[in-house]
Structure formats: C-alpha cells, structure tokens
C-alpha cells in the first residue's frame, strides 16, 4: 500500500498564477480531507470530501479556492489568482471512514513568489 | 464547532525524563482524540489514539488519559530519547451528522537534550 499520495511536493508559483495540489488517498479510503500548515503552526481544516460529494467545506476561503474528488483520479486542491498569503504547507489526508483516523499525506509546499 | 486548546507550545526535557502535553476540547460530542508527531519537514504520523469509552490506552512508552467530564486529555511519554524530539498535535473529532472532521491543537514543540 503506497499510503496518501501528493503531488507535486513542492510548488513554486508567481502572484496571479493558479496552483493545483493533487492527492491519491490509500486504496480503500474514500474520505479525504485537506489541511493548510503555516510555518510553525498548526493544522488548520479546509475541506472534506467523498466521492464526487464535498462534505464539509467550512474551512475553505469563500474565493479563490475550490476542491474536487471524481469518480476516477486523485482529488484537487485548486486555487486560482495566488498571493503571498498562500504560501504554506498543504496536506492531504484519508480515512477509511468517519469513524477511523487520518493518514496523512507527506503534503505540498507552495511558494508563491 | 470545535475548539481544542494545547499546552504548553513547547517543551523542554532532558534524555530519560517524562513529558506531559495537555490539551481541552470544548465539543462534549467528540469522541474520538488521537495524537500525531510531526517532524520537522515530515507529515504528520499518528502515534496514539483513544476513544472516549476508554479512559487511558498504553503502547510502549507512550500513553494517553482522558476525563470526559473535564472534557481534557493528556500524552504521557516516558523514558524520554532523542527522536521523541518533534511538535506533537492533538485533536478531537465529534461523531456527529458531517462533523467528522479532526480540530487539531496548536502543537507542542518537544525537545530531548542529552
């Protein structure tokens, strides 16, 4: 088992461009769930998504930012017109179900310069 | 929703020693607190996880406490060594409708001296 899988691992955009994050959940995991990390801080929640569902997305910036899960392929993070303010860490994670924990993936960086 | 607080942001023990990291949780519905190390650079990796019908779980060295009443939980690492140098994140999840979502802590920076 490969475990989550993301890509690219790190990004480097410049203000205006858009950055697309990817992540493959485990085989057999359905539930996945984005996380941004600013430096020396914690986990903050974006959004949460099953299968072609977007469950939960109370953490998601109203603008700019937008997540998606297909039937087939990995989910996409995507956020368009990025500013400095973007950068950080992104981490994937997936579960099995609600009511199992995460398992994280190694996440993304993003510049944006 | 919910909102976890964790103490202390960092901590400092000498190699062998014990470390105590403490955290509160304001959603009486979750029921669900793992623990996760994160090393610097690296993902996140789970090291323990309790559920709120057990009040401590043991694995090794490590352990975890909670009072549901207090509505807090505690990681208990003992004999501490080096590589137990990391930040270390709770969190609490409700079982609730969609809630299912983790509210992760702030993180607790611990570093092993020799």
């Known amino acids: 088992n490969a475990g989550v899988m993301q890509n690219p691992r790190h990004l480097v955009r410049r203000r205006g461009q858009e950055a697309r994050l990817r992540c493959s959940p485990m085989?057999?995991?359905?539930?996945v769930y984005w996380y941004r990390q600013l430096p020396e801080e914690g986990l903050k929640f974006m959004v949460y998504?099953?299968?072609?569902?977007?469950?939960?997305e109370s953490g998601m910036p109203k603008e700019r930012f937008s997540a998606e899960f297909p039937k087939e392929g990995p989910s996409i993070l995507r956020i368009q017109q990025v500013v400095r303010g973007d950068s950080a860490a992104y981490f994937c994670?997936?579960?099995?179900?609600?009511?199992?924990?995460?398992?994280f993936g190694s996440g993304t960086r993003l510049t944006v310069v | 929703g919910e909102n976890v607080e964790q103490h202390p942001s960092t901590l400092s023990v000498q190699e062998g020693d014990s470390a105590v990291i403490k955290c509160t949780y304001s959603d009486s519905a979750s029921n669900y607190f793992p623990w996760y190390k994160q090393e610097l650079g690296k993902r996140p990796q789970l090291i323990i996880d309790i559920r709120s019908n057990v009040g401590e779980k043991k694995d090794q060295r490590i352990a975890v406490t909670l009072n549901k009443t207090a509505k807090h939980f505690s990681l208990h690492i003992t004999e501490t060594q080096p590589e137990d140098s990391a930040v270390y994140f709770c969190?609490?999840?409700?079982?609730?409708?969609?809630?299912?979502?983790?509210?992760f802590g702030t993180g607790t920076r611990l570093q092993v001296t020799l």
């Open positions: 085989k057999g995991h359905s539930h």
């Open positions: 998504l099953q299968k072609e569902n977007i469950i939960d």
């Open positions: 994670a997936s579960s099995q179900d609600r009511s199992y924990g995460y398992t």
């Open positions: 969190a609490a999840r409700p079982n609730t409708g969609t809630a299912s979502k983790l509210t």
